[in-house]
């Protein structure tokens, strides 16, 4: 072994072997590194409750905006059939049944022009879920709650077609937190 002018080492190899294993063993450590994280695919999650049917009826409305049941409704079923897990049928098939409740519904202002001038509304919305097996035995329930900010015009038709818009996006928002919440092992 020699050594240059500058300091560096000249005529030292390794052997290639010993450059081979040092590779090898950090090949190894990155696999099991990657294959240990407990990492998997969101689709693959099985249900809390394993359901092949399920009736969904109407859902009661107890609040003042007349209507939005049918919304909340179908966005549920729609969810659920998109799923492929369970499939929602008649209430004399189904093995349980999902009724909801639109329990809350708020308004406030998010921005104002001045103090009384309102520019932009928040909406929230809560539901009740609750999954009952044929006997009436609680199998699943949950309380959701979402939100959405819409834009307040000077026509009243046009902001109360603002405010529908946000609530049909709450409304598909909360059939997709309850299938997430239902298809996850809490």
Known sequence: MAMQGDGAVVGHR???GGARCRMIIVMLLVVIGLSGCGYRFSGDREPVIDLK???IPPM????TKVGIETQFTNDLIFEVNR???SEVVDRDMAEAVLEGVIRDLRTGSVARRDISTTLQR???VTVDLILKDR???VLWQSSL????????LSDKTSTEGNLRQSLAVISRRLAEKFH???TTSF
């Open 14 to 16: 390794y052997p290639e």
């Open 53 to 55: 049917t399920v009736h």
């Open 60 to 63: 009661t409305n107890t609040t």
């Open 83 to 85: 799923s492929g897990k």
């Open 122 to 124: 928040r909406v929230g």
């Open 135 to 137: 006997q009436g035995k």
């Open 145 to 152: 709650r979402d939100s959405e900010e819409y834009t307040v």
């Open 180 to 182: 997430y919440r239902f």
